[in-house]
C-alpha cells in the first residue's frame, strides 16, 4: 500500500491502494476493488465504486457517495449516501456523520 503525505488537486481517481495522510483539496473517486484509509482530508466528495473499500480516521469535507462498495467511517465525514443496495456504510459510534440517505 502506498502512503501518501502531499497535497493533491482534485479531482483525483484513486487507482491504487493507498493510505493518504495528506489533503485532496477537491472531490475523490475510489476505483473499483481498490482500498483506501484516509487518515487526512478530502475536500470534497469521495465516490466509492462497487467493490472499493474505504476506512476514513480523518476528514471529508463532503458526502461519500457509496455505489457499491464499503465503508467504515471512525472519523468526520458531512454526509453518506449509499446509492446501491450492495452499498456497506459502518458507522463508528465515535465518529461524526451530518447527513445520512
Known sequence: ???VHDKIEGPF???EDLALYGMVTGG???RR???L???GTIAGDL???P????IIHGTVAGRICNEGGRAE???FVDGVEDLSPDAVTVIDTAAHVRGRR
Open 1 to 3: 500500500m502506498k502512503a
Open 13 to 15: 481517481a484513486i487507482e
Open 28 to 30: 475523490a473517486t475510489l
Open 33 to 35: 476493488g481498490v482500498k
Open 37 to 39: 484509509i484516509l487518515h
Open 47 to 49: 465516490t466509492l465504486e
Open 51 to 54: 467493490g472499493a473499500r474505504a
Open 73 to 75: 467511517i471512525f472519523g
